[in-house]
């Protein structure tokens, strides 16, 4: 049984590798996907952070030469050409005089703040502006003998338990899909091809007619699509490993470093994700009547994996969704990336589960083969 | 395929245990696996935390003490073989304590790399050698200008001596240094990048002195030569106060309203000198109603200090002016302010000074030094407290300039009063490949207050001088200084009614 086995998915493998523009589709993406992702994400630090020497508009600067000179310190200043941001801070007229009185001075900034682009700069410019006061205002203390240290009522020391590699937040969420959804784009071309191809190259009732057994071949076909899979994953996670250590984290005070236990580790769960999808791919196909009904339907189909994948990128329902399959090695992935310690729990649950559903697929698979109304798609 | 199943189950499950424990040992940063994750005060982010245990001298190894660390982890690891060591200055001061300036002055150097911070021995947690300082009641009380206070200084330094119950000799540079050293073994490092501030410039030339081959680079920052005396600051002190009387004088606003600063300066200085001035004034936190003894090394002490910082800085014309006037407010508030600075570990900051700075004064130093107030000051109350610590004296090749072709950047601030631009000169004087850049507005420790560490990030990443931008180190940096008690602006009512 085991040798029949090898030899269809011999068969298999050959029958894929033949058609070369098909196997390497699947694989573009592979290597497409953590390049255009990257290029994406250095843009999008780009806008996130704030521009090293910020140019904004200040009105009446002259009232308020120290706080002009003070916010220069910070690299805010004011500017007339095309550098400067759409940010306004409008000085008050009696300024100087309500300063020297004691008297609060009045500073406006006026900024649209639904702009993504600016937010990061006007929180920068509330910020030092914020420190200036509470500088002028120790300063006066001390003018009057006390000591500026009873402003702070309490002493708020913040422990952030973070690391620089677990700051990655959404971006760690967004690059973990890439990853997974891999193994499901590589595999898809021949999956379909395999199995409603075959059929419409009436190959499969061929097939059928030598004295095996619907699970032999079913089997055979899904090892040989997960081969194919794992090669995407592998492809995709070394691309990654470099195209991800190019992108500036560092501007947002994070890194995201995948290392080779990193890889390996992915390879290893990819494990049973890869032969879950090639059943579930096949299992599709062969429900469909034709090629491209098998098309709509796997397109279809990929939603689900990207639908749980989704779930833990936001951070929605994690409590529960950390347990299902897929949701659950992609937690694991970020757990590891964070240098955090592996849930080892849900791994071994959701590898189970994973090659259940392997299971029910591929005996779902193998029960319709015996359906002459699947086997010639009637 | 039940069969296929559970092999896969086994062999994945076999192959998660293993790389579980794989994982967790390189996630727990590096070798060592006594460190363990650490906060310290004014910084949020997670720090790994760990000691060494090194002998407290060479020739007794039986007596140990446990040298602390801290590692700021790099944002992205570029360079796991290297990392930024960094000196606290003082003498005296906490590394790990002072985390976050150096987490400020080494910004961009962090962003590739890991920042080193290591208690030097008598500081922080690596033996503490601190007595009691006293409370600001019994500071502000106490009478220095009273013949009894040579007694008491002695008294006092021969308490703390009984407390400590140790031999300072074996917490001079020279003997620190090999702790730094077999910290950087413990982390596994193979090269460090050296950055050190005030006195933490003299300890970074003994440890690149001593350990040549660990070394990539070195910033020194604020820079105390080795061939120098700690004593000759009280010149730097003065110009820097000088700087101050002709920074008002050249800003019209500051003429106005402090026209005689220098003079009535002196006349106070005067005045404090004959008869010190005892008032009752509040407490600068509990407000409780307290005695101030006003002397003159108390006026100037407080000055001193407020010249370390732009912020303090601008206060002093105010300070001056006010007390002139028989308003002591804000002198109270800058000798208050000055208590939260503190925590230099005082045994320590003695071990250091009578091991190094006063063994080595000349009769012609001594005349030299002793010209400006804090110069003489400084020498009499060594003599006063040395020959009762008895540190033994360092050898002498420690005097000698440090000679060294590994890359050094040296930065001076133009206003500094206790490092000025000349130190800077003195040291590099047998440093082959180095550059001494100077902010001219910059006061002590030019990292802190300038661009200077994205300066120290260009040199660490390529240390090479010539890719280095500096034009922001010439960018002024002086604070207008605070007209009344409210702020920085001139009364403007005085002119509406003129």
Known sequence: ?????????????????????????????????????????????????????????????????????????????????????????????????????????????????????????????????????????????????????????????????????????????????????ALFYSAMNLA??????????????????????????????VTAIASYSMIGLVLVLIVSKFAYGMVPWEQLGFSINLDLMFILFCTLIGLPIALMSASLLVFVSFMAKSFKEAQSYVAFVLFVPIGLSMMTTYDIATDYVQWAPIAAQQYAMIEVIKGNELPLLQVILSSLSTLGLFALFTMLSSKMLKSEKVVFGL | MNKYGSHFVKLIGQSLTSLAIVYSGVSFAQQNNTLEACYVEGLADRLM????????????????????????????????????????????????????????????ARENRDIILVDQRGTGKSKLLQCDTGTIEEQFAFNDHALSFVTFTKEETSVCKAQLEVDLSHFTTVAAASDF????????????????????????????????????????????????SLVAIGDAIDSALNEVFLDCMADKACLEQYPTLA??????????????????????????????????????????????????????????????????????????????????AMGMHSAITCGEDWPVLTQSDRQKYGQSYFGKMMIESLDMVCPIWQVEPVEHDFYKPVKTNIPILLLSGGLDPATPPSWADLAMVSFSNAKHLVSPSATHGVASQTCANKVIGQFINTLAFSELTTDCLDKDNRKQYFMNINGPVANHSNEHKK
């Open chain 2, 181 to 228: 050293e077999a910290v950087r073994l413990a982390l596994g490092y193979e090269k460090l990048h050296l950055y050190g501030a005030s006195y933490g410039t003299r300890i970074a030339q003994e440890y690149l002195r001593q350990y040549p081959s660990s070394v990539l680079s070195a910033t020194l920052d604020g820079v105390v030569p080795m061939q120098q």
């Open chain 1, 1 to 181: 049984m085991m040798r029949l086995v090898q030899v269809l998915y011999k068969k298999e493998m050959i029958d894929a590798s033949r058609d070369k523009r098909s196997v390497m589709a699947g694989l573009y993406y592979a290597i497409g996907a953590p390049i255009v992702m990257c290029l994406l994400f250095t843009i999008l630090l780009k806008q996130l952070s704030s521009p090293e020497a910020l140019k904004i508009s200040i009105e009446n600067p002259d009232a308020a030469p120290n706080l002009v000179a003070y916010l220069d310190g910070f690299d805010i200043s004011h500017s007339d050409d095309d550098s400067v941001k759409p940010i306004k801070l409008v000085i008050d007229l009696k300024y100087a005089e309500d300063m020297s009185e004691g008297r609060s001075a009045l500073v406006t900034i006026i900024a649209d703040k639904s702009d993504n682009k600016l937010i990061k700069s006007v929180r920068r410019l509330e910020g030092v502006l914020a420190r200036y006061n509470s500088e002028v205002a120790g300063l006066r203390l001390i003018s009057r003998g006390i000591d500026p240290s009873i402003m702070r009522a309490v002493n708020v020391q913040t422990q952030d338990q973070a690391t620089p590699d677990s700051k990655g937040g959404m971006f760690l969420g967004i690059a973990t899909l890439s990853i997974i959804i």
């Open chain 2, 263 to 344: 003079d009535d300066y002196q006349a106070l200085l005067l005045q404090l000198k004959n008869e010190p001035i005892t008032v009752t004034v509040r407490h600068p936190r509990t407000h409780k109603e307290i005695t101030l003894v006003i002397t003159e090394s108390k006026l100037r002490g407080a000055v001193r200090m407020a010249l370390y910082g732009h912020t303090s800085r601008s206060l002093i014309p105010l300070v001056i002016d006010s007390a002139k006037k028989g308003n002591y407010h804000p002198l109270v508030g800058l000798l208050g302010n000055e208590q939260t600075v503190g925590s230099i």
């Open chain 1, 192 to 221: 379909i091809d395999t199995s409603a191809g075959e059929r419409e190259r009436n190959s499969l009732a061929l097939l059928l007619s030598h004295p095996l057994s619907s699970t032999q071949i079913v089997l055979a076909k």
């Open chain 2, 49 to 108: 935390c760990g000691s060494v245990s090194q002998p407290l001298s060479k020739k007794s190894p039986s007596e140990n003490i446990d040298i602390h660390f801290a590692v700021i982890p790099a944002i992205k690891q570029l360079h796991p073989k290297e990392a930024v060591l960094a000196f606290a200055g003082g003498p005296g001061q906490s590394a790990i304590e002072v985390a976050s300036i150096f987490a400020r002055n080494l910004k961009y």
